[in-house]
């Protein structure tokens, strides 16, 4: 079993930044992290469904959501348990959710318990 425990979200105004971290723990986790495909961030925004933000895979591959491009940067940390998005520009359509996942070979998913990012105009 994986845990991930994401933490950084909060209350912005338009144009500034927030970071958050996903940090990941678990029994034999850096067995499983062999197994990793990749780790990312999804956002749910109230009505909608729960779309992709950015992942990072195990080789350290990126992919972003076209509306975050050049806005949102995701990294992780040299061991790879912890993942960062800093998100810059932010704008009210931004508000949602955001959940931290991470995909193993099976495929196996992890969720964490999502932080809320709001932002005002």
């Known amino acids: 079993q994986v845990q991930l425990v994401e933490s950084g979200g909060g209350l912005v105004q338009a144009g500034d930044s927030l970071r958050l971290s996903c940090a990941a723990s678990?029994?034999?986790?850096?067995?499983?992290?062999?197994?990793?495909?990749?780790m990312g961030w999804y956002r749910q925004a109230p009505g909608r469904l729960r779309e992709l933000v950015a992942i990072?895979?195990?080789?350290?591959?990126?992919t972003y959501a076209d509306d975050v491009k050049g806005r949102f940067f995701i990294s992780r940390d040299n061991d790879k348990t912890t993942v960062y998005l800093q998100m810059n520009s932010l704008k009210p359509e931004d508000t949602a959710v955001y959940y931290c996942?991470?995909?193993?070979?099976?495929?196996?998913?992890?969720w964490g318990q999502g932080t809320q990012v709001t932002v005002s105009s």
């Open positions: 678990g029994r034999l986790l850096e067995l499983k992290l062999l197994e990793l495909n990749y």
């Open positions: 996942a991470a995909r193993f070979l099976g495929p196996r998913d992890y």
């Open positions: 990072i895979t195990r080789g350290g591959s990126t």
